[in-house]
């Protein structure tokens, strides 16, 4: 039976009232995790520096494509962690425009951010902030620099825009391909050998 690809959902809801977001790392965990669209599962992707965890649900945006030629990534503002695949129907808050330099090759790399809100009602979930606060973007910003400084990477914010800011480049970034090149699975049997 073929597995569903949730990467090929749409990134809006209905009417653009939430944007849909599938969780791979949920705050708080020293570790990443990555979907694999070829076989529909998420992947151990590795354990991060000692002492770090992801201070917010961290996932991605389906049906979008980003500089770095992956789904848009996506920060959750959660108070309490979520689960790895969970769907998020979430308001946006803004956007980090960032690039990211490894090796001497400099990408884009931005950051949507957004607070969840709730199934049913559609209304935000209790307690979560309504703006992006400047306390909050140095907070990830802080993360991310140090979280690539640790893997030889360098990671530099451009600017912070809001909801309308980050709505327009989400829309710049959507993408319904009709058939996705293959990329090396890292489940595929010549990914393991390599990796021995």
């Avoid at 849909?20 to 020293?30: A, C, D, L, R, Y």
């Avoid at 956007?95 to 009602?121: C, G, M």
């Avoid at 690539?148 to 600017?159: S, T």
Wanted: hydrophobic share 35%; proline share 10%.
């Amino acid at each position: 039976m073929p597995v569903p690809d949730i990467s090929r959902i749409s990134p809006f809801g209905p009417k653009s009232e939430y944007i849909n977001v599938i969780i791979e790392t949920p705050k708080g965990s020293p570790t990443k995790f990555k979907y694999e669209p070829e076989h529909g599962l998420f992947v151990f992707r590795q354990n991060i520096a000692i002492g770090q965890s992801f201070p917010f649900d961290f996932g991605f945006l389906p049906s979008t494509k980003g500089g770095d030629g992956d789904p848009l990534d996506v920060l959750v503002l959660t108070d309490e962690p979520t689960f790895v695949g969970c769907l998020i129907h979430a308001k946006v808050l803004g956007i980090l425009e960032a690039e990211q330099t490894e090796n001497n090759k400099t990408e884009r790399n931005d950051r949507v951010i957004a607070v969840p809100i709730e199934a049913k009602s559609l209304k935000p979930a209790p307690r979560v902030i309504e703006r992006l606060k400047p306390s909050v973007t140095r907070e990830i910003t802080k993360f991310f620099v140090e979280y690539n400084r640790m893997q030889g990477k360098k990671f530099k914010i451009l600017r912070s825009a809001g909801p309308e800011g980050a709505e327009t480049l989400i829309r710049a970034a959507m993408s319904y391909p009709k058939k996705r090149a293959r990329k090396p699975s890292l489940l595929s049997p010549k990914s393991r050998s390599r990796a021995r």
